[in-house]
């Protein structure tokens, strides 16, 4: 079987693409791949979107692989596609990144003949070396072809420990992510926020004249019945605070009129914007 799409710069590499529904990260998971190697493969384990289909025209060769991901089920069928140096086979699920990718690769260059992580709990104490592999999930795995026959004679019983002594090999666990609890930005954290951000990054009317507007009428508007009502008689004191009193609530019924009218006015700006924008393409 041939990869209709060949490229990259390490010969004798190939990438396998291990899971199921990932039509949206396909093409930028091939492209990535095919810069760094010869060959990419999908084996699909039960798609039911447009993975297989997105597959077939990019030139993407598709297996169907109904096998769990095991590290012994993976390198049998693995020996099944046309020899190549290297085999790097990476399941694609939720926890893994695009990111990630050059790092898996680096993984392959190095040489190792085995080299795979294991998926394992926050609470996983064990030595990843004596990890079963019929008890073991496969997240990675770069492998040499002496690699792949070697895992493909062991036994589901056995581990990586039991492998040829003369094999590079090394065994790791590959713990989930961390949950870190992210701070909400103003324009994530609800959607008054939203709201907030938006006129405030486009500078709106009824943020700048329409908010302080209504704050200082309903000031002015308290302080005229709670503050007038208490002098018991006029002087120079009372006559500044009473027309300070009047000024704060004229200016804030002003600044709102303002605020209206500057709304008005953008609508009708645009509108007649858009009618000269059109204008053109009636003609």
Known sequence: MDIGLTGGTMEGLRVILLGANFELRLVSLVVRSLEVSDHVVIFDQGSNDGTIELAKKIDCDVVEYDGE??????????????????????????????????????RARERWDVHMAFSAKETELSNPQEAIYAESEV?????????L???????????????????????????????????????????????????????????????????????????????????????????????????????GLFAMMVGLILYIMGKQVKQIQSQYDDWPKKM
């Not at 790097?88 to 990144?97: H, N």
């Open 149 to 251: 026959l070697a895992l493909s004679k062991a036994s589901n019983e056995e581990s990586a420990i039991d492998l040829p002594e003369d094999l590079k090999v090394r065994v790791l666990y590959s713990k989930p992510v961390p949950k870190v609890q992210q701070r909400e930005s103003l324009a994530t954290a609800s959607r008054f926020a939203q709201l907030f951000y938006w006129m405030l990054e486009s500078k709106h009317p009824l943020l700048l004249f329409g908010i302080p507007g209504v704050v200082l009428f309903f000031v002015g508007y308290k302080l005229s019945g709670n503050v007038l009502d208490n002098f018991q008689e006029w002087n120079e004191t009372t006559i500044g605070v009473g027309l300070a009193v009047i000024a704060v609530t004229l200016m």
């Open 69 to 106: 991901s095991r590290a012994i089920p993976l390198a049998k069928k693995s020996l099944e596609l046309p020899g190549c140096k290297s085999t790097l086979i990476v399941k694609i699920d939720s926890r893994f990144k695009l990111r990630d990718l050059p790092l898996l690769i680096n």
């Open 139 to 147: 997240v990675h795995m770069a492998a040499s072809h002496e690699g």
